[in-house]
């Protein structure tokens, strides 16, 4: 990866471009942490050496953007603590360090637990791109399913990923990679088009894009979709089928076969006639019924005591 000083030069005039609208805005989002919830969340990894946990542009650029479309619905939550956004993480094998993905999995664990409710959506930008990579393709199936849309700027995983996130749907995926950006061509090089994104109108893209998954997943958050089986439990279960926008459906239960009605019998209306019966001697015409004959040893009761009911389906219905 080439950083020189010609890189710091660049990264100094693409944040001083904007510089006005930067000093508006929070580098720093730490909503679930703090407590609170919202029918949307917004999950974010930044770049390495941004300052905060959203970073200096992207990050509340797309945060901003999510809630003004949802207006008191929103909630953003960046990936802080353990991931230092250092530069030279972006050489390791995973293109960052195991302690930032293991940060950024108790980012959206935290969301899953504390906002069972909310509509999820994620984001990252240059080696916070790979991060949410990393994070996404190894959550439990049943809560990647919860990650209803992400955005990636600058992905440093590009060209050896395909544009894409193993086990992850494409269709929930934007990458923004400016064709004059060096990193998205696999050989990490920072240049002015890895800056490309903060002035380029793909913040804006990169909101209605999400905006879009999460109206998709509808207005009652995941909690409405069918349920996915996450191998923990009738809970897990539950939880797992929070999924919104993309859960299994729920099996509605198979229609009972109409029984056919019996063929009636020549020379009736439908109703099958019964042959009359033939009185006993010394009666009124009322048949006598014959008493079973008992088993032998028993008093008339059946004796059920060695029957095998093993197969015997008990079930009342659960």
Same mark, same amino acid.
């Given at each position: 990866?080439?950083?020189?000083?010609?890189?710091?030069?660049?990264?100094?005039? *693409?944040?001083?471009?904007?510089?006005?609208?930067? &000093? +508006?805005?929070?580098?720093?989002?730490?909503?679930?942490?703090?407590?609170?919830?919202?029918?949307? +969340?917004?999950?974010?990894?930044?770049?390495? !050496? &941004?300052?905060?946990?959203?970073?200096?542009?992207?990050?509340?650029?797309?945060? &901003?953007?999510?809630?003004? !479309?949802?207006?008191?619905?929103?909630?953003?939550?960046?990936?802080?603590?353990?991931y230092g956004a250092r530069i030279m993480d972006n050489v390791n094998g995973r293109g960052t360090s195991v302690a930032a993905i293991r940060e950024g999995t108790k980012a959206f664990t935290d969301v899953f637990e504390?906002?069972?409710?909310?509509?999820?959506?994620?984001?990252?930008?240059?080696?916070?791109?790979?991060?949410?990579?990393?994070?996404?393709?190894?959550?439990?199936?049943?809560?990647?399913?919860?990650?209803?849309?992400?955005?990636?700027?600058?992905?440093?995983?590009?060209?050896?990923?395909?544009?894409?996130?193993?086990?992850?749907?494409?269709?929930?995926?934007?990458?923004?990679?400016?064709?004059?950006?060096?990193?998205?061509?696999?050989?990490?090089?920072?240049?002015?088009?890895?800056?490309?994104?903060?002035?380029?109108?793909?913040?804006?893209?990169?909101?209605?894009?999400?905006?879009?998954?999460?109206?998709?997943?509808?207005?009652?958050?995941?909690?409405?979709?069918?349920?996915?089986?996450?191998?923990?439990?009738?809970?897990?279960?539950?939880?797992?089928?929070?999924?919104?926008?993309?859960?299994?459906?729920?099996? +509605?239960?198979?229609?009972? *076969?109409?029984?056919?009605?019996?063929?009636?019998?020549?020379?009736?209306?439908?109703?099958?006639?019964?042959?009359?019966?033939?009185?006993?001697?010394?009666?009124?015409?009322?048949?006598?019924?014959?008493? +079973?004959?008992?088993?032998?040893? !028993?008093t008339g009761t059946t004796d059920m005591s060695g029957m095998d009911m093993s197969g015997m389906d008990m079930s009342t219905g659960m």
């Amino acid at each position: 990866m080439k950083f020189t000083l010609t890189t710091a030069a660049l990264v100094g005039a *693409a944040v001083a471009a904007p510089a006005a609208q930067l &000093e +508006a805005r929070q580098m720093t989002a730490n909503d679930v942490g703090r407590g609170q919830c919202g029918s949307v +969340a917004f999950v974010y990894a930044r770049g390495s !050496t &941004e300052p905060g946990n959203m970073g200096f542009s992207l990050g509340p650029g797309v945060c &901003e953007g999510l809630k003004k !479309t949802f207006p008191g619905e929103t909630v953003c939550q960046g990936v802080g603590g353990a991931y230092g956004a250092r530069i030279m993480d972006n050489v390791n094998g995973r293109g960052t360090s195991v302690a930032a993905i293991r940060e950024g999995t108790k980012a959206f664990t935290d969301v899953f637990e504390k906002c069972p409710s909310a509509r999820v959506v994620s984001g990252g930008y240059s080696q916070g791109s790979a991060l949410m990579m990393n994070v996404i393709k190894d959550l439990p199936p049943n809560q990647r399913n919860l990650v209803l849309g992400s955005v990636f700027f600058g992905y440093t995983k590009n060209q050896q990923l395909r544009g894409q996130v193993p086990g992850y749907p494409a269709d929930r995926l934007k990458v923004f990679c400016d064709r004059g950006d060096g990193v998205c061509g696999g050989l990490l090089l920072v240049n002015m088009g890895h800056f490309a994104y903060f002035l380029n109108g793909d913040i804006g893209k990169a909101v209605d894009f999400l905006a879009s998954k999460i109206n998709a997943a509808g207005t009652a958050g995941p909690a409405a979709a069918a349920p996915v089986s996450s191998g923990s439990g009738l809970l897990g279960g539950l939880r797992g089928g929070s999924g919104a926008g993309s859960g299994s459906a729920a099996a +509605a239960p198979a229609p009972v *076969a109409p029984v056919a009605p019996a063929a009636p019998v020549a020379g009736t209306t439908g109703v099958t006639a019964a042959a009359p019966v033939a009185p006993v001697a010394g009666t009124t015409g009322v048949t006598a019924a014959a008493p +079973a004959a008992p088993v032998a040893g !028993t008093t008339g009761t059946t004796d059920m005591s060695g029957m095998d009911m093993s197969g015997m389906d008990m079930s009342t219905g659960m």
